[in-house]
């Protein structure tokens, strides 16, 4: 960590604690594994956070978004109040879970070509994953100890959005657009997933296929939009 610069090494201990709260999850996390990962002793975190309750706020509010550190007022940033986090995590889903695309497909009367709306659903879906990829990894790691957040994260964020898309393809099966399949709830969440991998989760891959971010995506819409749509 940075030795003179308070900002600096915020940001790096942020940076720092995500890695491990990614890898550990929110229960197997230590604050010496965070501590040890830096190269510094336990006691020098507790300058910045006072708890690992603390830390685990800060790392969610600050997965991909561009935070700075010069404006925080004091140090240590005390423990949230209880239920905090969560809070912040249902807002930051509220903001995130709506795809503009699929939402107005589904409100809409008239049919428009399916293969265009198709390919920009699901490349709406692809990077709105993409561009919160470290905090889809975070949640999805450690809501695994938490019941609330699980609760909130895949019954609600992941679970709403596949009951939306599963609304869609019903829909364009029924109009003869789309190929059948055996369960439209199944094809949904197969096409959740597939964007969320390689779009979030192929990044941890301890075995990675090396492609570039554009092959990844453009395939991935392709292949997708290819598999459901009969046109």
């Known amino acids: 960590m940075a ?49 690992k309750e603390a830390l685990f ?18 140090l240590p940033i005390p423990t949230p109040k209880v239920g905090a986090t969560l809070a912040y995590v249902r807002e930051r889903l509220g903001e995130n879970q709506k795809l503009p695309a699929l939402a107005k497909t589904l409100a809409r009367k008239r049919r428009a070509p399916l293969r265009s709306e198709f390919e920009g659903i ?17 949640l999805d790691r450690s809501a695994r100890d938490q019941p609330e957040l699980a609760a909130l994260w895949f019954a609600g964020a992941r679970g709403g959005l596949v009951a939306a898309l599963t609304q869609y393809l019903e829909r364009e099966i029924r109009r003869g657009a789309m190929t059948k399949v055996t369960d439209v709830p199944v094809a ?17 891959d301890p075995h990675p296929q090396i492609v570039d971010d554009t092959t990844a995506r453009e395939t991935v819409i392709h292949l997708l939009t290819e598999a459901f749509v009969k046109e």
């Not at 700075?68 to 004091?74: G, Q």
């Not at 197969?190 to 989760?201: C, D, P, R, S, Y």
């Open 3 to 51: 030795r003179h610069d308070p900002a600096a090494r915020l940001s790096e201990l942020v940076k720092g604690a995500t890695e491990v709260f990614i890898e550990r999850g929110y229960k197997g996390t230590q604050m010496e594994d965070i501590a040890s990962s830096l190269g510094v002793a336990k006691g020098t975190l507790y300058v910045y956070v006072e708890s």
């Open 57 to 74: 706020d800060l790392v969610v509010r600050c997965a991909d978004t561009v935070h700075s550190f010069e404006r925080v007022a004091h």
């Open 122 to 138: 699901v490349r709406e879906l692809y990077d709105t994953v993409e561009r919160n990829r470290q905090g889809i990894k975070l």
């Open 188 to 204: 949904a969440r197969l096409l959740v997933e597939t964007a969320v991998f390689w779009a979030v989760h192929r990044r941890w």
